[in-house]
């Protein structure tokens, strides 16, 4: 079954850096946009980035913006996240999910998350 | 940036209510408006997306409609299994916000 598999999370400390990972697999992920989407512990879902099928656009929340940097691999099936200058504020689970398509068409939902991948900022 | 406010925050409901979550945009949005049921401990899923259409999967006692700055998502007759937190999620100009979440929780 379709499937997004999120890896890379863990304890660092804060101005630390640390690169998550989310493996695709069972769809064509080079046909597709794709996002990271955060939610800090008892808190709600934070958009944090999305990076287009080819890698030639992408964009990010004011939050993270200078900080974090979106980018995949269509050969590996593979999106990533690089954090730099984590911190406490950045402890979340992370997600990354697919964006709905329709034919062609970007229908700006997104349809398959992963299991999500736990960063815990603090010294 | 397009802030997305819920309402209720809470609501307690009965199995077979028919419940209505809100979600008003600071702005005026387009029709990219989705809705996620997220239950405790898992990912969020996918019920309805561009203001009104289901999701494939997704049972027909949910519905969503609205337009401008006002959406709604519909549980027709509530079953068990719906008492989880809802969100909604707009896209416009390449940014995408969330709802701060409705936890629905059983009477």
């Known amino acids: 079954q379709v499937q997004l598999v999120e890896s890379g999370g863990g304890l660092v400390k804060p101005g630390g850096s640390l690169r998550l990972s989310c493996a695709a697999s069972?769809?064509?992920?080079?046909?597709?946009?794709m996002s990271w989407i955060r939610q800090a512990p008892g808190k709600g879902l934070e958009w944090i980035s999305y990076i287009s099928s080819s890698s030639s656009h992408t964009n990010y929340a004011d939050s993270v913006k200078g900080r974090v940097t979106i980018s995949r691999d269509n050969a590996k099936n593979s999106l990533y996240l690089q954090m730099n200058s984590l911190r406490a504020e950045d402890t979340a689970v992370y997600y990354c999910?697919?964006?709905?398509?329709?034919?062609?068409?970007?229908?700006?939902?997104?349809?398959?998350w992963g299991q999500g991948t736990m960063v815990i900022v603090s010294s | 940036d397009i802030q997305m406010t819920q309402s209720p925050s809470t609501l307690s409901a009965s199995v077979g209510d028919r419940v209505i979550i809100t979600c008003r945009a600071s702005?005026?949005?387009?029709?990219?408006l989705a809705w996620y049921q997220q239950k405790p401990g898992k990912a969020p899923k996918l019920l309805i997306y561009?203001?009104?259409s289901l999701e494939s999967g997704v049972p027909s006692r949910f519905s969503g409609s609205g337009s401008g700055t006002e959406f709604t998502l519909t549980i027709s007759s509530l079953q068990p299994d719906d008492f989880a937190t809802y969100y909604c999620?707009?896209?416009?100009?390449?940014?995408?916000?969330f709802g701060q979440g409705t936890k629905l929780e059983i009477k």
């Open positions: 561009k203001t009104s």
């Open positions: 069972v769809f064509t992920f080079s046909d597709y946009y």
């Open positions: 999620q707009q896209y416009n100009s390449y940014l995408y916000t």
């Open positions: 999910a697919r964006v709905r398509e329709d034919g062609y068409n970007l229908i700006h939902a997104f349809d398959i």
């Open positions: 702005q005026s949005i387009s029709n990219w």
